[in-house]
């Protein structure tokens, strides 16, 4: 078959299946062409052009959606840029932070004692503690080394991710501040959500230690270490996470339970254990060791010492927590609620805060106040003596003084050698770091400074019985004019002896006695007894004008007691290093030179005697001994004093308001001595009553007429010197 003058024919399939890339074909103009065959495929029938269907026009695209669709990818693109820059460039500079922080930090054996001083513990003289002071240290802890539960109680009531973290906890962070912005706060006051890790950092001060050349004071120290800046809270972060790097989970616990303070004067778990409840922290139980937890929060005032009830309640929060999450049982938790933990017999004892307070002052400051070391001081206190004195000072306030009186009163109670056995600093009992009324108040004596003028005269050879006027009397007082003092009840008994002058606290005989064996010599007395306090040079001495602790004044009669020689007070007897027995310094007072004659000395015993007998001290009696003593009142009745003593022990007592202001209706021979008598009463039960060291005085011989005759002219110029002193005191 020929095909010329034909176009080659296409395939079925071609026609079929037109392909897509053939372009459409225009149907020749003016021929014809024949098809041939079946088929229409031959050259004689018509050709058929297959044509491609006819393309849809393409819809609209909408150019606003276009324009923020491509707007918002292009936002995109930026944001990813400088967002994966800005990460890069933070995750840098927390690497070099963190980096940083990981280089300073010690071996973990350094960081476990946090105290910046060291402790002072105070025995009692039967050797029991009963005041801590300093910050306490019982010991390095580890936290497998403490009772499970306290490692468990801590964990569920700080950090309970605290195996999960790296240091920071976001999930805690997001969690207080939403607590914050609930309870109305900002953002970052209150609540904290840092983690134990965080927390050690803060106690650690991110490493910085204290510098004088940069911090004033240590306070200084503290409170830049406090700061919760959102500066200082990115420093902590960066050092938890180098810890986290450094230190295992259970070292950074370590760190915590051996640095964190639990109130009481105790850092650490061990010294919390021995401060509260007088065991080690490996022996706590889970209802202990959730007290000790809850007291992070806030130490001073969650201490058991400060508020049991406070404390335990705060504790019960703990056991559910630890319920909650699993470290206890539910029948343990319901256990450990239905007994809670209590205080060791010596943590409830709250006696002797004032004497301990007193014994820190006295004793050298390397070794109390500022103290690197732990130290034990060994001391005079009583512990019944204490008790006594500060149940007498409740029970005269509870019923004798006024209500909504603000008089204050002091005691102390002290043996003849000037050991202190107890001391009570004011009528708030069981308190510490507090004005001492006993050492630090300064007030005028009165009357009770009169047997020291007394003292003096029979130290001079003067008898009790000598006697002397007790009249209206005026002299003359170089610069200030004339001075006419008057007796407290502005009456006179005419002549006395010294013992009534001394027993009614007659004010002119006082005066007439002080000039006559001269205001030197009675100044010289008061002070070598002990009187340290600055006293006046005028006539008015012999009144009491001056001023003087009530340490002092008891010190001084202790001297009188003992007969005649002068007391150091103390309470001090010995100190050591803790857990070494060599003594570093022993007791810093006690007996010292003798100021009067025994016989002196027991003759004014016998004078202050009638002073409780038949004088003004009558209130002070006791029903089985003696009891010899001196009231004093100072002007305005500003002061009232008792002071006075059986054969063991000195007992003195001040009353007085610290405005200074006057007292109402008291005197030294009224609520003093009524202090003075229930104190006394306590001290002195179930012991042996001994007589006074009195030394009565020789009667006096009746008077024998006497045959006049001429005498030398020196004997006669002698006995007008007598004359004249006898004229001066108004008798023989």
């Known amino acids: 078959m020929s095909d010329s003058g034909r176009g080659k024919g296409r395939l079925v399939a071609d026609r079929r299946y037109p392909r897509a890339s053939q372009k459409s074909t225009t149907k020749p103009q003016g021929r014809k062409v024949s098809g041939g065959g079946?088929?229409?495929?031959?050259p004689s029938g018509p050709r058929k052009t297959a044509r491609k269907p006819a393309r849809k026009p393409a819809k609209k695209r909408n150019f606003l959606v276009a324009f923020v669709l491509g707007t918002f990818s292009w936002i995109l693109r930026i944001f990813w840029r400088i967002t994966w820059r800005v990460t890069a460039v933070v995750a840098l500079m927390l690497a070099l932070g963190v980096g940083f922080f990981y280089t300073k930090l010690p071996p973990v054996t350094d960081l476990?004692?946090?105290?910046?001083?060291?402790?002072?513990?105070?025995?009692?003289?039967?050797?029991?503690?009963?005041?801590?002071?300093?910050?306490?240290?019982g010991g390095a802890v580890t936290a497998s080394s403490v009772s499970k539960h306290l490692k468990n109680a801590v964990i569920a009531t700080e950090d309970k991710r605290f195996y999960h973290h790296f240091g920071v906890s976001p999930r805690g962070v997001a969690s207080a501040i939403r607590i914050n912005l609930a309870e109305g706060r900002g953002p970052l006051s209150g609540h904290g959500g840092s983690t134990i890790t965080q927390q050690t950092a803060k106690l650690l001060c991110i490493g910085v230690e204290y510098d004088s050349e940069v911090w004033k004071t240590e306070a200084d120290y503290v409170a830049d270490c406090r700061e919760s800046s959102l500066l200082r809270k990115g420093k902590e972060a960066l050092y938890a996470m180098a810890m986290e790097l450094k230190y295992t989970k259970d070292e950074i616990l370590s760190i915590y339970l051996n640095r964190a303070y639990m109130g009481g004067g105790a850092y650490g778990a061990e010294a919390a254990a021995e401060r509260y409840f007088g065991k080690n922290a490996a022996t706590l139980n889970p209802q202990e060791s959730a007290m000790l937890a809850g007291l992070l929060t806030a130490p001073s005032s969650l201490a058991p010492t400060n508020d049991l009830e406070r404390s335990q309640a705060r504790a019960a929060t703990v056991l559910r927590l630890m319920e909650d999450q699993g470290y206890l049982s539910d029948a343990e938790e319901k256990a450990a609620q239905a007994s809670p933990a209590t205080l060791s017999e010596e943590a409830q004892r709250k006696t002797g805060g004032y004497f301990a307070d007193w014994v820190m002052s006295t004793g050298p400051e390397y070794f109390t106040r500022d103290t690197m070391e732990d130290v034990v001081i060994r001391t005079t206190l009583d512990p019944k003596l204490q008790q006594a004195a500060e149940d007498a000072m409740n029970s005269v306030y509870e019923s004798k003084v006024k209500e909504?009186?603000?008089?204050?009163?002091?005691?102390?109670?002290?043996s003849s050698d000037g050991a202190v056995r107890a001391m009570v600093g004011g009528r708030k009992t069981g308190v510490s770091g507090v004005f001492n009324r006993a050492t630090q108040a300064k007030r005028q004596t009165g009357s009770a400074f009169k047997p020291f003028v007394y003292a003096t005269a029979l130290e001079l050879g003067y008898s009790p019985y000598d006697t002397v006027v007790d009249e209206p009397f005026c002299m003359n007082v170089p610069g200030s004019g004339q001075w006419c003092p008057q007796n407290y009840s502005k009456t006179y008994k005419g002549?006395?002896?010294?013992?009534?002058?001394?027993?009614?606290?007659?004010?002119?005989?006082?005066?007439?006695?002080?000039?006559?064996?001269?205001?030197?010599?009675?100044?010289?007395?008061?002070?070598?007894?002990?009187?340290k306090s600055e006293l006046n040079d005028g006539p008015a001495m012999a009144?009491?004008?001056?001023?003087?602790?009530?340490l002092e004044m008891s010190g001084a009669y202790a001297g009188i007691l003992n007969g005649g020689s002068a007391v150091t007070p103390y309470g001090l007897v010995d100190l050591r290093l803790k857990g070494e027995d060599e003594v570093l310094m022993g007791t810093g007072g006690g007996i010292r030179e003798r100021v009067i004659q025994p016989e002196a000395a027991g003759q004014l015993v016998w004078m202050m005697e009638h002073v409780v007998s038949e004088g003004t001290g009558r209130r002070a009696q006791l029903p089985d001994r003696e009891v010899a003593g001196k009231t004093g009142t100072s002007n305005d009745a500003r002061d009232a004093w008792f002071i006075g003593f059986t054969s063991d022990y000195v007992v003195g007592v001040w009353m007085g308001n610290d405005d200074n202001s006057p007292l109402t209706g008291v005197t030294g021979g009224g609520l003093p001595a009524e202090i003075w008598r229930e104190t006394m009463l306590r001290v002195t039960d179930g012991t042996e009553a001994k007589p006074l060291p009195a030394i009565a005085p020789a009667a006096p011989e009746p008077a024998q007429p006497q045959v006049q005759q001429r005498q030398p002219e020196r004997q006669r110029r002698d006995n007008i010197i007598q004359q004249v002193i006898r004229d001066l005191l108004g008798g023989g």
Do not use: C, Y
């Open 543 to 550: 009144l009491g004008t001056s001023e003087a602790s009530l």
């Open 112 to 137: 476990l004692d946090g105290r910046a001083r060291g402790s002072v513990t105070l025995i009692d003289r039967n050797g029991a503690i009963f005041a801590w002071r300093g910050d306490q240290f």
């Open 495 to 531: 002549s006395v002896t010294l013992t009534t002058a001394l027993a009614h606290s007659l004010n002119i005989p006082a005066v007439k006695i002080s000039e006559a064996v001269g205001r030197d010599l009675v100044h010289k007395v008061a002070s070598d007894f002990g009187i």
């Open 38 to 42: 079946a088929g229409g495929g031959g």
């Open 404 to 414: 909504g009186s603000k008089a204050q009163a002091a005691i102390v109670v002290m």
